[in-house]
């Protein structure tokens, strides 16, 4: 176990960075009420949920996490996944449903804990880039639309685009006028803060870090005047749906009675959810690090994170994990140390010991403003774009996360963005790209024959493998090997350049056997060529040498060189070359 | 698709090969005939069924199929696989259970047809050849012991292994002595025909061919002797099992009633007996088709075995595959054309118009011993412990096989197995080989520090990655280069040797534009050499060299010595050197 990361920024603690980081804990404290008051409601919670897991989390992170600038709290798309897991075990507003969201953090934390002791953190890695890409962005789009009710004040369930937009256009005729009006301002609002506001102001005399600060603090704005608006005009009474009273003080800690079948059913989302977090926070976590030249620890940041998660569950909160934007805002604030989450928790907790009544009249159509507004950033058109012309096969995982998240649900669809992305994987393997080779001319470097101008043995065949030998094209390349032999007759020896053969497992050793005695029965000689270290390793350990008909060279210039003069002269006519 | 491979062969068929095909179809139809009664009992089928099974699919199998000399027909581990799946379905002995094993037939005769026309056989590579060996061993200790019951003379159950010796304890107190003698004495028979008697008759005058024909007609002799011994003595009044009345006749050719939910249930059943039957097929297939100089066609073998297994579904009989030493024997017999199986197939058909009346009082531990006898020289230990001594991934991968196919059973073990393989080879990927690499003095070529003598670079960092960069180690292969850049500070270069990454995905260009960030804002430059065509095609259709803060080198030799004159100097050294 590495030492506490704790206990390596607090020796240097001092009051200068104590004063960076009071003012990245304000700055993040207004805007996470809001947005801890509107994940709990996409979470299909109560608001203070919310509240409640922005508190001891932040402390624990602060404890155990390996990043200096991750802003933990909840997020939108591990509210939404929550949403699904804990929809399918028991009824939204029941308490049942919100035994079943501890138990998610809970059971979350553990396994994050439990992955980070494992040293398992490379599991996320499953997670292709495009996968993890297109998941956000469906998400996001999934949770705009999902919002939508509150904006149209209708009722409306479900967790995929199908039910969503069937339940809308069901309701279509109980829109609420005031509700829709106070939606559509908070909106049009929110955008232009983030849009205009803030080079508005820096084009006057206001000090930038101000500017931005104001431009932040947008979502409580938005939360005050909409209040005090519905306050004063008794519009709670015009059907708009306000939050209402909320439980003063803090919650008291407490394990929720464990239900191991409902445990049991709620495993593989909690897994998924851990492993989202855990990606989302330590993409952005690394992000952060690299811009300081400062190193997260991925399998210490699973436990931080897991640490955080058993705290929101013990202290009645839904699963949390580091918030890109959050975090980007406390990065850029200037916090210094994991002390500025905890001058949040602190300030979160005040919020929650006395400012709650304030909130009563804050319609829901305001928080959902807020969270459409957050999310509609998370929609990524540039990556999809990007990823269409880079690659066929990572654009099709990414679409198939798409498709599948809106028309299924979160969780089938990262599944089948993993899935499909581990098949096209090994897809890639069994098709292999080979390539005879020739030398190019004046040189000791051997290239594709079609694609460079070089010379070719006429009695060596050469052959260059770019994929490691094993048990999906061994086959494959045992065919391509016989097509070769039948087209090239008049070969004596034929070298197979294995620079590109990665690892050969024990699939790939029966090809290179077979071959060989293929080849010996026409008698014409197998050799090898720079074969890495760990395969040549490998291959001794079973004498596959004593067998070969060839020889093992260590450069494919000194096989060619040995087994064909004419290589030799060709090598060495830089000087007198055309 | 390609012409009817018989097109190919019946154009040059004269006499002379007619005479040849003749000798090794009554050698192999005289091998065939007990192991198709015994098969058929393996699968809990009523004896006749192997033999349905082994005419029509002979036909189908000499139209479609593209080997010259594989012996198709009910085979050992087929048969198991069919007892298992047929068993979740149905009692045995019931009309229902006949009723899904031709089911079993047709569904495997379909998806096999259906691969072949998706020209999909490479889904056959899915299996590495240490779970394929694995699975052939196990399935043969469990075939032996599940035979034991009918050498026992008691009833025994289950298709795993705790299950059989379950019911064989259990009923250890019911054996039948004449039984028991019967089949000690058949298995000590066959035991020393396969072993002895052939290298007896060797050393006599009898001719090699009559001396090798004569030993493999053990299991027939081994049939009409103890067959004898049961008439005249009546042993099955004391409690003997005999085969009893064959219906005499060839079954009318029929559509089964197609009852679409036990199709469904048998459709993962028969899907895997289609991949085990074909991996049997085409590397028994390939292996003779080698030592000819001839070629098979996978994807024209999943078609032959298709028709051949559809055919026998509708002539009433179990799944049937090429097997193994039916197909050695045929190829040693002297078999020239798929018309030997057709001349067998006539002659089976004959045996079973007028023979079956001497199958009467065949008694079942005869046949118990034949497969008894056959299976054994499928338990391959050398491949075991060569796979132990080669890679330990590929052992555990087939032990899993073991393991589960004894303990649970032949559809989860071979399962495991491929999910075990997978696994060990996403986990090779995810933890990629990498070497700092420097030049070998006087030459142009540069190796691991680590393994080899080579000179370094003051100023210029060399790094070679053994693998793809994908998904799964991106973020490994981000950490390596970060440490390493800790450990190397004055560097002003860094080139990555590309010659062993075979292929890059949009995680792996994500990975090498941060890498590329990284450096520069530590004003190293990043360069790239040797990279493979396929990969470089990729990367500039992202304008990936323009973000490169370095260059783009054809060899990694061009690299070193643009970036360090030392490199030349280093090169050259090759007539003044050591």
Redesign the interface.
């Known amino acids: 176990m590495p030492k506490l990361p704790i206990l390596k920024w607090i020796k240097t603690y001092d009051t200068s960075k104590l004063g960076d980081d009071a003012i990245a804990a304000v700055i993040v404290t207004v805007m996470l009420i809001p947005q801890s008051l509107a994940y709990a409601m996409l979470a299909g919670l109560p608001p203070e949920v919310g509240l409640y897991a922005s508190i001891l989390p932040l402390f624990m992170y602060a404890l155990f996490g390996s990043s200096m600038t991750l802003a933990v709290g909840p997020v939108a798309v591990i509210s939404l996944m929550t949403a699904a897991a804990a929809g399918q075990v028991a009824i939204q507003g029941s308490a049942e449903y919100l035994g079943a969201v501890i138990l998610l953090s809970l059971l979350s934390g553990v396994i994050l804990v439990g992955l980070g002791f494992a040293r398992a953190g ?1 599991l996320a ?7 993890i890409s297109g998941f956000i962005s469906a998400s996001a789009v999934l949770i705009a639309f999902s919002q939508l009710k509150h904006i149209l004040g209708v009722p409306a369930y479900g967790h995929d685009m199908p039910s969503i937009l069937y339940d809308l256009a069901n309701h279509h005729t109980e829109i609420n006028l005031p509700t829709l009006i106070i939606g559509v301002l908070s909106i049009t609002f929110l955008l232009w803060i983030r849009g205009g506001l803030e080079s508005l102001l820096m084009k006057t005399d206001v000090p930038p870090r101000l500017a931005s600060t104001v431009a932040r603090a947008g979502p409580v704005m938005a939360v005050f005047i909409s209040t005090a608006i519905v306050s004063f005009f008794t519009l709670d009474q015009s059907g708009v749906s306000i939050v209402g009273v909320i439980p003063k003080g803090l919650p008291v800690p407490a394990l929720p009675d464990l239900d191991l079948t409902i445990a049991t059913e709620l495993l593989p989302a909690a897994f998924l959810i851990s492993i989202v977090g855990f990606v989302e926070s330590v993409s952005v976590g690394q992000t952060l690090a ?1 811009r300081r ?1 400062e ?1 997260i620890q ?1 399998n210490q940041e699973l436990i931080g994170l897991g640490a955080a998660n058993i705290a929101s569950g013990i202290g009645g909160g839904l699963p949390v994990t580091g918030g890109f934007s959050r975090s980007v805002v406390n990065f850029d604030a200037g916090a210094r140390t994991p002390f500025a989450g905890v001058m949040t928790a602190v300030m979160v907790a005040l919020t929650v010991l006395f400012l709650t009544p304030l909130f009563k009249f804050l319609p829901k159509a305001v928080l959902a403003a807020t969270v459409i507004v957050a999310v509609l950033s998370l929609i990524d058109l540039k990556t999809i774009h ?2 269409w ?3 066929k ?2 654009f099709l995982a990414m679409a198939t996360t798409i498709v599948v998240v809106l028309g299924v649900g979160v969780e089938a669809g990262i599944i089948a963005g993993i899935l499909v ?2 098949s096209f ?2 897809a ?6 080979f ?1 005879v080779i020739g030398q190019i001319p004046g ?3 051997f290239r ?1 024959v079609n ?1 460079y101008d070089v010379l070719e043995s006429k009695k060596v065949l050469a052959l260059r493998l ?3 030998l ?7 390349f045992e065919d391509t090997v ?1 097509q070769l032999l039948n087209t090239n007759k008049n070969m004596t020896d034929l070298v197979l350049l294995c ?2 053969i ?2 050969i ?3 790939g ?2 090809v290179l056997e ?1 071959i060989n ?2 080849l010996n ?2 008698c014409i000689r197998f050799h090898l060529s720079e074969v ?3 395969v040549m390793d ?1 291959l001794n ?2 004498g596959f040498e004593t067998h070969l008909t060839g020889q093992i060279f ?2 494919h210039y000194e096989a060619m060189c040995t087994l064909d003069p004419e290589c030799e002269r060709n090598g060495k006519a830089q000087s007198a070359g055309a």
Chains 1, 2 share one sequence.
């Open positions: 490379f890695n499953l997670l292709s880039h495009p996968v690299a030249r190193r991925p990007r990823v012309v880079f690659s096969p990572d992305s581990v994987l090994l890639k393997i069994a098709h292999p790209h390539a040189t000791q470097h594709n694609r770019d994929e490691m094993y048990f999906l094209n061994g086959h494959t016989n620079n590109g990665n690892e497992d024990a699939s050793l029966e077979s005695d293929r029965s026409q890495k270290g760990p490998r350990r079973v260590l450069s």
